[in-house]
């Protein structure tokens, strides 16, 4: 499975933005996919999960209520919803793909830099 993440900018606190994952392979719809995010000096931690068939999901505690997932296999597509930004959200945002979405996810796509301003 092959992703390419996009969506990432400059946003303030309070604000809202929308990142997407176009996924490609012969198989991507019977793929959990997942987002995970890095920010400077701290590990990567998971984000969100969604199943194969988009009808469960997984948050971390720390988006809970803030973001959602939502995935569109005709296109292919992973998209995370992120509301009610704040500064420790920032990061950079990558996209997974995993059998199961409590992983283990083996593919990955490329980062998209989120930045919160306070």
């Known amino acids: 499975v092959q992703l390419q993440a996009c969506g990432g900018g400059l946003v303030q606190a309070g604000g809202s933005l929308r990142l997407s994952c176009a996924a490609s392979?012969?198989?991507?719809?019977?793929?959990?996919l997942g987002w995970f995010r890095q920010a400077p000096g701290k590990e990567r931690e998971f984000v969100a999960g969604?199943?194969?068939?988009?009808?469960?999901?997984r948050f971390a505690d720390s988006v809970k209520g803030r973001f959602t997932i939502a995935r569109d296999n005709v296109k292919n597509t992973v998209y995370l919803r992120m509301n009610s930004l704040k500064p420790e959200d920032t990061a950079v945002y990558y996209c997974?793909?995993?059998?199961?979405?409590?992983?283990?996810?083996?593919?990955w796509g490329q980062g998209t830099l989120v930045t919160v301003s306070s």
């Open positions: 997974a793909a995993g059998r199961e979405t409590t992983g283990p996810y083996n593919s």
């Open positions: 392979g012969r198989t991507v719809s019977t793929y959990a």
């Open positions: 969604i199943s194969w068939d988009g009808g469960s999901a």
